[in-house]
Nanobody, 116 residues
Framework: QAQLVESGGGLVQAGGSLTLSCVAS????????MGWYRQTPGKQRDLVAS???????NYRDSVKGRFTISRDNAKNTVYLQMNSLKPEDTAVYYC??????????WGQGTQVTVSS
């Protein structure tokens, strides 16, 4: 059964750091690029960072130099290290395959709140 479980969110002050984790079922994770997405109320879900199965990464401009995506292929886990957090990073963060339709499902997400 396809599954995505995100964790690691929380409340942090501006300038702080958080590390998100996502455990995916093998059917979603194996061989696929994976991405972290985020969504705020009333807005679409946007791709924040992605990583191929071989470790090549891409980031949206607003998080470059502050966020680092990584994956552990043995654990079907993808991570997002977030440093120098800003209030505008506040969102629910989700992981999924890239493109997301390959995952077929979404997890519950993890809330990140950055206070100013």
């Amino acid at each position: 059964q396809a599954q995505l479980v995100e964790s690691g969110g929380g409340l942090v002050q501006a300038g702080g750091s958080l590390t998100l984790s996502c455990v995916a079922s093998g059917s979603i994770f194996r061989g696929n690029p994976m991405g972290w997405y985020r969504q705020t109320p009333g807005k679409q879900r946007d791709l924040v960072a992605s990583i191929t199965s071989g470790g090549n990464t891409n980031y949206r401009d607003s998080v470059k130099g502050r966020f680092t995506i990584s994956r552990d292929n043995a654990k079907n886990t993808v991570y997002l290290q977030m440093n120098s957090l800003k209030p505008e990073d506040t969102a629910v963060y989700y992981c999924n395959a890239l493109p997301s339709w390959k995952g077929g499902v979404w997890g519950q997400g993890t809330q990140v709140t950055v206070s100013s």
